[in-house]
């Protein structure tokens, strides 16, 4: 994404695509996609995945989670213990995977997201 943008601010300046390719190392054909989209293209999923075994058992793992955030960190549940509490309390018949993965995308979702920030030297951010 940072070459990407560096790329479209060189030429945006006036540097040929030809000398942009020679300079950051990339290919011509690579500098013209570059600055024919504004945003790097990417894979977009056009729908929600669907999960039919789990769907109907979400609100109960969202209640753990939840109620787990107020624990000390060795008590909390992991996906494991998750699946075998699901398995005996609710009848859960799905795989422990499905669990394990939405876990996981669930953490993910609510990690910070860092900027990089860099500065020329003598102008640093107060």
């Known amino acids: 994404?940072?070459?990407?943008?560096?790329?479209?601010?060189a030429c945006a300046e006036g540097m040929s695509q030809r000398e942009a390719a020679r300079v950051f190392n990339?290919?011509?054909d690579t500098v013209r996609k570059m600055?024919?989209?504004s945003v790097p293209p990417g894979y977009r999923r056009q729908a929600e995945v669907r999960?039919?075994?789990?769907d109907p058992f979400i609100p109960i793992i969202e209640g753990w989670l939840e109620a787990d955030r107020t624990m000390p960190r060795k008590q909390r549940h992991t996906a494991k213990r998750m699946f075998d509490r699901l398995r005996e309390e609710c009848g859960f018949t799905g795989g422990y995977t499905i669990i394990?993965?939405?876990?996981?995308?669930?953490?993910r979702r609510g990690q910070e997201v860092?900027?990089?920030l860099?500065?020329?030297?003598g102008h640093a951010q107060a």
């Open 35 to 37: 600055m024919s989209f």
């Open 51 to 54: 999960r039919p075994k789990l």
């Open 1 to 9: 994404m940072e070459l990407y943008l560096k790329v479209r601010q």
């Open 118 to 121: 860099s500065h020329p030297p």
């Open 26 to 28: 990339v290919s011509r």
């Open 114 to 116: 860092f900027v990089p």
């Open 100 to 107: 394990k993965d939405y876990i996981r995308e669930r953490e």
